[in-house]
């Protein structure tokens, strides 16, 4: 059973934005936080960007000022905004949701999309 669909890849020139959509099944998006990772070629999948239930954001570094993540409560779809791209972005994204820690810190659930590719050419 598809429990998280991806979709909004594609080729984007550097300077250009992509919107990437993610409608998750009711069960999984309504009681958990909601992450994007991405994964280039030989080197580890990394979290982007996570939105808790109630709506916090948080970035890693390199996506800060030119990502913004949100989510749809009504339509149980979370969202990634990528602007300013950068070839460095390339990569394929994954869809995750997912738990905030006592201390503040996004981790992973079992959950995840098949990947969407974000290719930016410079």
């Known amino acids: 059973q598809v429990q998280l669909v991806e979709s909004g890849g594609g080729l984007v020139q550097a300077g250009g934005s992509l919107r990437l959509s993610c409608a998750a099944a009711?069960?999984?998006?309504?009681?958990?936080?909601m992450g994007w990772y991405r994964q280039a070629p030989g080197k580890q999948r990394e979290l982007v960007a996570s939105i808790t239930s109630a709506g916090n954001t948080k970035y890693t570094a390199s996506v800060k000022d030119r990502f913004s993540i949100s989510r749809d409560n009504a339509t149980n779809t979370v969202y990634l905004q990528m602007s300013s791209l950068k070839p460095e972005d390339t990569a394929v994204y994954y869809c995750?949701?997912?738990?905030?820690?006592?201390?503040?810190?996004?981790?992973?659930?079992?959950?995840w999309g098949q990947g969407t590719q974000v290719t930016v050419s410079s």
């Open positions: 009711g069960s999984i998006f309504n009681s958990n936080a």
């Open positions: 995750n949701a997912g738990r905030i820690s006592s201390s503040g810190t996004y981790y992973s659930l079992a959950y």
